[in-house]
Structure formats: structure tokens, C-alpha cells
């Protein structure tokens, strides 16, 4: 049970840098158009 | 007075009416410099008629090929494109041509501030919200195994470690997710006040600080349990709620704000060597000369000064008829120039305008606006008295025994009554229902709206564009024996063919309709301003004969037969009356059976409008609508709805017109049907966006329904709330217990909010025969 002292350190870390993807995606408008973007593929130009 | 065919000025023969965004101090209003220095710069424009992918696409391919455009960003679902530009290389009005053009007209986003501040804002929302929940899932994790394990299963370095992890993740929680019912309850404190936020803030709190000495300094008389997982979890589902309010506000509040903008940007000034030059509306001065085309907007108040035109005030006054404009009568701001081309004398400019008069008039009387406490607020007072004293009371009863069980049962009666199902009950059902209506296109600007039209026991409809449509229906009510019906209807069609006037357009419709050809040879056509039009036809045996199409006094009748039409017109030749047509208003599809299911409904229906008496009460009698008035101004719409509120009425003001927009503010609530103003439609709490009037009743029984669940919720909380507290108090409700409580009851709450989801709009029909 010794390597549960190093999992959930790490799990602590590892959610800390999920968050800081979450914080890219947010500022960078990931959710803000959610219907559009999936439909523009099927557009010829 | 002959209609004046005035020559276009020669320098703008070519120009395009955006120029007068090409000075820089008006494209800086919508635009950005990339850096201090360059000549590069980001546009914002709004694009209405974008509506999906394919329109952004083509928007795009379209601008890219423009020289000087870098790049372009076309959104359909905000409908506003971004355009990199080079000043060096093009100018804004070049690109908003292109875009006419292609069939997109385009208007600046000068509010762009705002939109980044809604943008801004819904983004830290979002963000405290995602905080919130992963932080909650691993702490979840972390609280797991302490309640499944026996005491003696695990560690104590485990249990210390899993404890601190917790602490951890708790910390952003804390400090960042949920400042705001921190801060909220502070300012409400400070106002000596008692919000809903004050026992969240305190729960989070005491919780926070129980937590975090049990981690830290186990043993003392604050025991050693921590609940970081009830707390977390609270925060997470509070600002769910939070969230999607903010969403939906900024998503209606974007679209309607860019729309406001009507009147033009760019003039055609006269300077003083008597030439016309374009300038921007800002710079127009009092005693400025403006020439303004059919088609557009009149940008100042004035008077006419060459020309004659008729002039679309329907916005501004309510009068559907279009108006006749003769040299030296008064044009007013935002009202469209119809039929040709004139020279204006500017009187008012900006602020001194009657369409900014009528603006502030709105902005006034939506400050006037009784403000309707949220259900739960009202609830939330007393119990939010009754639930700290019950934690008083606990604390009192053990402190003596045992303090730390006086402080846990404390804080079990705090995490137990957690307003969360409570605070949940009112916007989870509200917002269901907002996301419903939206799908079904009603757009709700104030949630309250929806408790507020579950209430109303009067409805005062606008005529026009509500119950009406805004074309005309035209009879055939009488013709002249002797003459065929096939020419008849050919020289109707013919004589109304090349006139912009809607009486015109929509004779000419009926002509053509009716088989009619509008191809018969027809000379000396001529249209008069106030009249009708006149042509020469040449009969089978070569006998030129005057033709003229207008009103009463325009063919010299003078023994005009009573109509309850909205009006009449004929179709003489010389002193002969070939024809006469009546026109009138076309009835909404549904609005009959929709207002006889809303009479059945106990609701008192009225009618007040713009227009002339008799109509007015021939379509009362048509729908069965008791109560009617015509010649009614915006000041008397106000009154109106104003004196029915003093006899404790609660008033729903159904309209369109801009000229309903301060009645539409005043009203205790109020629906805009699409088709109307920007303006009115950004001021009232509902948008029906279709056309079909049939939805406002399902619309009604539909907010009946969310009430309901609103009060079943408090309900089922209130309930949950009296078996909890007790058991608390008597210490018998462990921390983990009550937060489970509290979440289960949330659900709950949720999951019957979610019944809300489903809208039938044609279920109103069903008892219809």
C-alpha cells in the first residue's frame, strides 16, 4: 500500500494540470461556439 | 404635385453609402489597431442574415479575395465576422460593399467593449465553475475511502495524507471558485441584510475551518472529521446554477444590442460650393442640407426642403400608412424615406431627436418597472432566520456535554439546510424552461418574466405585425359591368407595376394574382405623392384613355361608401368608376382560435393601436375581443397600461412597434413578436422570434407549469429541510450523512426541473374543435 504516499501526490499534481489545459481551452474560446464549428467541416469552402 | 424625378448628385453617383466609415475616427469605434504603429486593423461587424456555416463560409471565401483584407473570421452562431484589414491597401467601405454585395449587409459592432466584457465575464464564470468540479471529483476520491474502510483499516499516515490531498484541491476551491457567494454574502452583511449567500458563505466557511483543523491539529475539541467533499460539491452544484445563468443573459443581451443601431452612418451633406459630399452622421450640424434616397433612413429631424416623398413613420408613431412628405413638412429621425429622392433641412441632431426622446422614454420607464422578488426569495428569508438559529440552538444544546459535537451538529444543520435545493429549485426550473422556450424560439430576457406571465390576468396586444400581418389583403368589392374583368385586372396590374408604395405592391400582387398581365402598353405614367398613380391606355379601337389608380380624392369620388376596411381605393377613368378595391389587414393564422382559448382562460384580452377606429373594432369583433381602441399614441398605450396596473391588474403587453417600446417597459411583463423593432424586441422580457401567435398560449401554460414545479421543488426542500434539521440538532446526522442529504435533494430538485424539458406549442389546440 507504500506506493498509495506517491499516487495520490501525483493525482493531486495531475489535477492541477488537467486544470491548466482546461484554462488554454477556456481562454482561448474552445466552448463558445459548440454547434458551428462541427458543422463547418461539411462545407466545401 | 407630380412626383420629382431628381437627378442623383453627380459626385456620389457611383459611392456607396458606407463611405463614411472610412474615416478613421468612425472605423475606430468598431475596430482595433494590431499595434500602436501599423496601419493593420481588426474590424468587428455584425452580419444578421449569416445564419449558418455555408453563409459564414461563403463570407469568408468572399472577403479573402479582397486586396488589403489579411484575414477574416466568420462566426454563424454569434453572426459576427472579424476582419484583419490593412488601411494602406482598403477601406472599410469597400469591404462593407463587398459584402452587400453577396447578399450579407454588414453593420459595425461599436459596442465591442461590451461584448468583451460579457465575453470576459462568462469565461471566469466557466472557469470557476470547471475549478470547482474537478476539484470536487478527486476530493470525492479522496473522501471515498474513509467511508467504506473501519476505523482500523486504514493508517493513520493514510488517513493524514488523504486528508491533506483534500485540503489541497479544497484551497482553489475556496479561494477562487467561490468568491462570489463569499463576496455576495459579505456586501449583503454589510447592508445588514440576510441573502441567500449568507448561511452558503457561512456553511463554506465553518465547514472550511473545521475541515482544515481537524487536518492540521487533530484533536481538539473540534474533532477530526473533515468535510471537504460536502463542501466542494455544494460549490460545484451552486455554480452550475450560476453559470447557465450568466450564459443565457449574455446570449440574448449580444444579439439584440447590435440591432438598436438604425440610423444610418453616412449623409450626403451640400457644402457651401453646393456640392455633395458624403460625411459621417456624427458631423451633421443643425441647418445642414441632406440629400436622402428612397431607402433610407432619415438620419436627423428636419424639414423637407426640395422633393416630394412619402415617409414610413410606422416605427415612431404606430400609423401603418405611409406618410406624404411635401417641401417644408417635418421628417423625423429613423423613419425610411419611401418613394424618391429629396433635399432635408436638418432641425434636431442626437440627443434633441424624437427617436432618442422615444429611446430615453424607454430607458426610463424600464427603470419604473415593478421588480418582482424571486419565489425563493421570498421563502428564503424567514428560513434563512430559522436556519441559523437552529445552529445556534445546536450548538447551545451539546456545548456543555461535548464541544466538538456541539460544533459538528452545528455544522450538520448548516451543511443538512445547505440552501442548495432551495436556492436550486427557483433557476434549475427556470433555466430548463428558458433553454426549452429557446428551442422552441422564445427567447427570455429576464427569468422572472416566467413567474410574472403565470400571473397575468389581463393582455393588451398591439395590432400591427401582432395579431395582424403586415401585408395587405385586397377585395375586389366592386367593378363596372360593362368593362371585361380580364382588362380590368390588366390595367391594375399594369398602372400599379412600377410603384414603390405598399398599397401599390400589394394591388399589383392581387392584379398578377388574379391572372392578371401587367404588360398591356401604357404610356404617361406618372405617380403622385398622397394619391395614386395615373397612365394612358390605348383601347381596341385606338381611343386614348386617362387612367388613374388612388384614393377618393385623387379619382373624384366624392360619395365614398363606409368600409370597416382599412382603407379603399379606385380605379376611374375620367368621371367612370371601373373599380373599387378594399384592403385590409390579414388576420394571423391561429390569433382567433388562440384568443377565444386565452378569453376561456379567464384572461381579460384588449386591443389598443395606432390606427384609425373602425378597423380597429372590425377586427376586435372578428377575434371577439371586447375591449378595443384606435388612435392610440405610445404616451396613450402608457397610460393605458399604466391605469390598469392601478386597479391591480397584472398586465401582459403583447407588441411590435417601437412606439410600444416605453408601453412594452411599463407593462408588469411583456412579449415582442420577431418580425418588430430591435429596440422594443431588446426591452421586453420575452421574444416570440415565429410568427404565430397560437405559441402565446402554450407560452402561458407553459410558465403555469414551470410555477408549479418551482413550488413543488420548495416544497419537496422544505420537507427535506424539517426531517433533516431536527436530526441534526440531535447530533444523530453525521456530516457525510447530511451532505449526502443535501446532494440527493439537490438532484432531486434538479431531476424534476428537468421535466420542463418537454414543450408541446400545438397543445393548445388539442381541446380546440
Known sequence: MEIAFLLIPMAVILVFAILGGLWWAIQTGQFEDLEEEGSRILEQD | ?769
Open chain 2, 1 to 769: 404635385m407630380v412626383r420629382i424625378a431628381m437627378a442623383e448628385p453627380r459626385a456620389v453617383s457611383s459611392a456607396n453609402p458606407w463611405l463614411g466609415l472610412d474615416i478613421q475616427s468612425e472605423w475606430e469605434r468598431f475596430s482595433q489597431r494590431e499595434t500602436t504603429t501599423s496601419s493593420v486593423w481588426t474590424s468587428h461587424v455584425w452580419v444578421d442574415s449569416m445564419h449558418c456555416a455555408a453563409c459564414s463560409g461563403r463570407i469568408e471565401q468572399s472577403l479573402k479575395q479582397h486586396a488589403g483584407v489579411l484575414a477574416v473570421y466568420a462566426s454563424a452562431a454569434s453572426k459576427r465576422v472579424r476582419i484583419v484589414w490593412d488601411a494602406q491597401k482598403t477601406s472599410p467601405s469597400k469591404w462593407f460593399a463587398n459584402l452587400n454585395e453577396i447578399g450579407y449587409p454588414a453593420l459595425p459592432v461599436t459596442e465591442y467593449n461590451a461584448i468583451t466584457d460579457r465575453t470576459v465575464q462568462q469565461r471566469k464564470m466557466l472557469w470557476r465553475l470547471v475549478v470547482a468540479v474537478f476539484c470536487m471529483m478527486q476530493v470525492m476520491m479522496y473522501a471515498y475511502p474513509t467511508y467504506l474502510t473501519g476505523s482500523n483499516d486504514m493508517t493513520a499516515d493514510m488517513v493524514q495524507l488523504l486528508k491533506w490531498a483534500s485540503w489541497v484541491l479544497t484551497l482553489p476551491v475556496m479561494l477562487f471558485s467561490a468568491t462570489p457567494f463569499l463576496s455576495q454574502a459579505w456586501s449583503s452583511l454589510k447592508q445588514r441584510q440576510l441573502g441567500m449567500d449568507v448561511p452558503v458563505a457561512l456553511g463554506i466557511m465553518v465547514a472550511f475551518i473545521m475541515s482544515a483543523l481537524a487536518t492540521f491539529a487533530p484533536g481538539g475539541w473540534w474533532g477530526d472529521t473533515v468535510y471537504y467533499d460536502s463542501l466542494t460539491m455544494f460549490v460545484s452544484f451552486l455554480l452550475i446554477g450560476r453559470w447557465l445563468d450568466v450564459k443565457l443573459r449574455n446570449r440574448t443581451a449580444g444579439a439584440l444590442e447590435n440591432m438598436m443601431r438604425r440610423l444610418p452612418h453616412a449623409v450626403l451633406k451640400k457644402n457651401d460650393a453646393g456640392e455633395w459630399v458624403q460625411i459621417a452622421a456624427s458631423n451633421i450640424n443643425v441647418g445642414d442640407i441632406l440629400f436622402v434616397r428612397p431607402g433610407e433612413v432619415f438620419a436627423a429631424d428636419g424639414k423637407v426642403v426640395n422633393g416630394n416623398t412619402s415617409a414610413d413613420e410606422s416605427m415612431l408613431t404606430g400609423e401603418s400608412d405611409p406618410v406624404m412628405k411635401a417641401a417644408g413638412t417635418k421628417v423625423i429621425a429613423g423613419s425610411g424615406n419611401l418613394t424618391s429622392a429629396i433635399e432635408m433641412q436638418v432641425e434636431q441632431v442626437g440627443e434633441g431627436t424624437q427617436y432618442h426622446a422615444l429611446v430615453n422614454l424607454m430607458a426610463s420607464a424600464s427603470t419604473e418597472k415593478p421588480g418582482i422578488a424571486l419565489l425563493a426569495d421570498k421563502v428564503a428569508q424567514p428560513f434563512l432566520w430559522g436556519v441559523l438559529l437552529a445552529a445556534i440552538v445546536a450548538v447551545l444544546y451539546w456545548w456543555s456535554t461535548d464541544p466538538a459535537k456541539a460544533v459538528m451538529s452545528a455544522v450538520a444543520v448548516l451543511v443538512v439546510t445547505c440552501p442548495c435545493a432551495l436556492s436550486l429549485a427557483t433557476p434549475a426550473a427556470m433555466l430548463a424552461s428558458a433553454g426549452t422556450f429557446a428551442k422552441g424560439g422564445v427567447l427570455i430576457r429576464r427569468l422572472q418574466a416566467i413567474q410574472a406571465i403565470s400571473e397575468v390576468d389581463t393582455i393588451v396586444f398591439d395590432k400591427t405585425g401582432t395579431l395582424t400581418e403586415n401585408l395587405q389583403q385586397v377585395e375586389l368589392a366592386e367593378a363596372h359591368p360593362d368593362w371585361g374583368s380580364t382588362l380590368l385586372l390588366d390595367m391594375l396590374a399594369t398602372i400599379t407595376r412600377d410603384s414603390l408604395h405598399p398599397v401599390a405592391k400589394a394591388l399589383h400582387g392581387f392584379a398578377l394574382q388574379q391572372d392578371g398581365s401587367d404588360q398591356l402598353p401604357m404610356q404617361h405614367w406618372q405617380e403622385v405623392v398622397g394619391g395614386g398613380t395615373s397612365a394612358t391606355f390605348t383601347t381596341q379601337s385606338g381611343d386614348a384613355i386617362e387612367v388613374k389608380i388612388g384614393n377618393a380624392r385623387f379619382c373624384g369620388i366624392t360619395n365614398e361608401p363606409e368600409t370597416e376596411a382599412l382603407r379603399q381605393v379606385y380605379l376611374t377613368t375620367g368621371a367612370t368608376m371601373l373599380a373599387r378595391l378594399t384592403l385590409s389587414e390579414q388576420v394571423k393564422p391561429h390569433a382567433k382560435a388562440a384568443i377565444s382559448q386565452l378569453i376561456s382562460q379567464g384572461l381579460d384580452i384588449q386591443l389598443l393601436s395606432g390606427d384609425r377606429i373602425a378597423p380597429v373594432k372590425n377586427l376586435a369583433a372578428q377575434l371577439g375581443i371586447a375591449n378595443a381602441s384606435g388612435l392610440q399614441k405610445a404616451e396613450d398605450k402608457l397610460q393605458h397600461v399604466k391605469l390598469l396596473q392601478q386597479q391591480g391588474r397584472k398586465v401582459l403587453m403583447v407588441g411590435d412597434g417601437l412606439n410600444d417600446g416605453p408601453v412594452i417597459a411599463a407593462a408588469h411583463t411583456s412579449i415582442a413578436m420577431g418580425t418588430g423593432v430591435p429596440l422594443t424586441q431588446a426591452q421586453a422580457d420575452m421574444v416570440v422570434l415565429g410568427n404565430d401567435i397560437g405559441v402565446l398560449v402554450s407560452l402561458i401554460s407553459h410558465c403555469k407549469k414551470t410555477i408549479l414545479i418551482v413550488k413543488q421543488n420548495l416544497l419537496w426542500a422544505a420537507l427535506y429541510n424539517a426531517a433533516g434539521v431536527p436530526l441534526a440538532i440531535m447530533g444523530l446526522l453525521p456530516a457525510w450523512l447530511a451532505g449526502l442529504g443535501m446532494a440527493t435533494s439537490s438532484l432531486l430538485v434538479l431531476l424534476n426541473a428537468l421535466r420542463l424539458t418537454h414543450w408541446d406549442q400545438l397543445d393548445w389546440q388539442k381541446g380546440q374543435a
